[in-house]
């Protein structure tokens, strides 16, 4: 379906002191921005009365675990090793591919809810996350994550699996990325065999890297280098490569971040309720790392809104280093919108001509954001997901007026109590 979308206020992300409000039509064909502005012949077009709202790029949630969804809750207030390896993974080792299914479902209801229309998601369950997220209609970079000492013995089965369902479900909304969970969960060997075959097959790929002051402490005594020196010099690290929280940096590893043009997720709910501690942006910023937003899962958040992501990732910093001139709104929108476009190479994040038509819709006048007299700060300072009226992903709506078009709400609700039952 092509549309014409009229009166609505058009987000243009520009080089300015402020975004640009513009009221003009909007044109979306074959999956693609086709047009901004008045064409004189808009024949085939559906028409959208969009008065009332505006549109902006769809934000991009660039780090999560969507099959975690149904476990909010379950293990708050703990350290992170216990989080991880006595509360979380003895779910994850009892969970079927079916409860996977439906708790990836309902991940995306409220990404997708709170405006989300792209996300980087590292998985365990072989086919049934990807088939929820083709199911849900959401466009997604796909990685089974990846463990063990050689992808010819303990890795082989998990890399088949991350091969056999990039060659089920790849589409033109599905890509695939190899993941490897860590570099304490991984070894060295195993990293340069998936960054060879990363290279060999053009994948992107996606580790969790310098999260914690342990991992940090543990690498510095195996190797005596920090976690990022150590990915460094074994040449994974580069311009297809999202490295996903580096809350625990020295000095020298933002410059090798840099130099290495690879790219930053920070992930600033989960990393401070996991009492991890905060991402250094100021130092990011200074050496022009490539950043961008993502909640991790629901285990950790507990919530995968990008708009309360956005929020306390702005605060945070200021309060930090008493600055409030440190991560500004603009450039906290650009985070979770255009400089996620970057990552994997997607022409997403604006609204311009031949970018892929990922639009969020929001009600202008929601009383968050009434008067928005700043919307960049509106959206990062005031909104709270609720005003999304709409979403379209690759010029298709998944969620319109409201209600998703993709996914039986009730059913999925129904199987999540369910699950939730048996393991909570």
């Not at 064409?39 to 660039?62: Q, S, T």
């Not at 809810?113 to 996300?119: A, D, H, K, N």
């Not at 625990?248 to 590893?253: E, V």
């Not at 605060?315 to 476009?341: H, S, V, Y």
Request: net charge negative; proline share 3%.
């Amino acid at each position: 379906m092509d549309y014409k979308i009229t009166g609505a206020m058009i987000l243009q992300m520009d080089d300015l002191p402020a975004f640009r409000p513009v009221e003009t039509d909007l044109y979306v064909a074959n999956g693609k921005i086709a047009h901004v502005g008045t064409l004189a012949d808009d024949a085939g077009y559906e028409v959208i009365d969009a008065k009332g709202l505006l549109v902006i790029p769809g934000l991009a949630n660039m780090h999560t675990h969507a099959y975690m969804s149904f476990m909010r809750g379950c293990a708050d207030d703990v350290p992170f090793d216990e989080w991880l390896f006595r509360r979380v993974m003895p779910i994850e080792d009892a969970m079927t591919g079916e409860d996977a299914y439906w708790s990836t479902l309902f991940g995306c209801m409220e990404m997708i809810s709170t405006g989300t229309t792209q996300i980087t998601d590292m998985h365990m369950f072989k086919g049934d996350v990807p088939r929820a997220l083709r199911d849900a209609g959401i466009r997604a970079n796909i990685g089974r994550g990846l463990v063990g000492e050689d992808l010819t013995t303990d890795g082989a089965s998990r890399f088949r699996e991350a091969m056999e369902e990039m060659a089920e479900y790849r589409s033109d909304l599905l890509d695939f990325i190899l993941a490897p969970h860590a570099i304490y969960t991984c070894s060295e060997r195993l990293l340069r065999q998936i960054n060879d075959k990363a290279h060999e097959l053009d994948l992107g790929k996606e580790i969790h890297l310098a999260e914690s002051l342990k991992e940090y402490d543990d690498c510095m005594k195996q190797y005596g280098k920090s976690p990022v020196k150590y990915l460094t010099d074994m040449g994974f690290l580069d311009d297809k490569t999202l490295a996903a929280h580096c809350v625990r940096l020295d000095d020298k590893d933002y410059r090798l971040l840099d130099e290495s043009c690879a790219h930053v997720v920070l992930n600033p709910v989960s990393n401070a309720k996991l009492g991890n501690g905060a991402a250094n942006f100021l130092q990011m910023h200074t050496h022009g790392l490539r950043i961008c937003l993502g909640t991790d899962g629901a285990a950790s958040n507990n919530t995968q809104n990008l708009f309360h992501e956005m929020n306390f990732f702005s605060l945070l910093q200021k309060a930090r280093f008493c600055d409030p001139d440190i991560a500004p709104a603009q450039e906290t929108l650009r985070m979770a919108t255009m400089n996620a476009g970057n990552v994997f190479g997607k022409k997403t994040g604006l609204i311009e001509e031949g970018y892929l038509a990922d639009l969020t819709f929001l009600d202008m006048s929601s009383l968050s954001l009434t008067p928005a007299t700043d919307l960049a700060s509106a959206l990062v300072y005031s909104a709270n997901g609720s005003e999304v009226d709409s979403v379209m992903v690759g010029g298709r709506f998944v969620y319109r007026k409201r209600e998703f078009t993709t996914i039986d709400s009730d059913r999925v609700l129904y199987e999540v109590t369910r699950i939730a039952r048996k393991y909570l």
